[in-house]
């Protein structure tokens, strides 16, 4: 059973349509107890789906993009494979053993997969970080780079 994401964010509730007969269910967002947790739903004309309900400001696009990133006031690039990216923010995974702290400032650059091969070359603040995964915030981007990463999204 494939998984459906809604967008919630900035929404009090959401309403969801049965695809099979049609029938809709208003949702209060606040009623939800765990917003990252799958939830299995079925509809009264017997019909189960699975919903996930994703908070984030922008859509996040898998991505497969080599690039490197060093700390804000180094000189020494450590090589990292960009596996998302959104108008936000982007997701990398690392190899090195360099200790990284959530709140630090990273500079980032990678080559877009567009017909420019467009360079993105920007500082990001950790937000997250999960064993080697690193998940960061867009704080200043050089450039036209916010409307490349517009463009890449349509």
Known sequence: ????????????????????CGSAREIKI???PDIGRVYKIKCKCIHG?????????????KTNFIGTYSLENSLADNIIDIIDLSRGGLGFIRTDRNKLEIGDRLAVRFKLDNAGNDLIDCIVSIRNIFDNRVCCEFLDMKGGMKTTLGFYFM
């Not at 998984?3 to 099979?20: F, H, M």
């Not at 789906?49 to 696009?61: G, H, Q």
């Open 30 to 32: 606040s009623s939800l």
């Open 1 to 20: 059973m494939d998984v459906v994401t809604i967008n919630i964010a900035g929404k009090e509730s959401i309403k969801l349509v049965c695809s099979k």
């Open 49 to 61: 789906f699975s919903i996930a309900f994703d908070k984030r400001k922008y859509k996040r696009k």
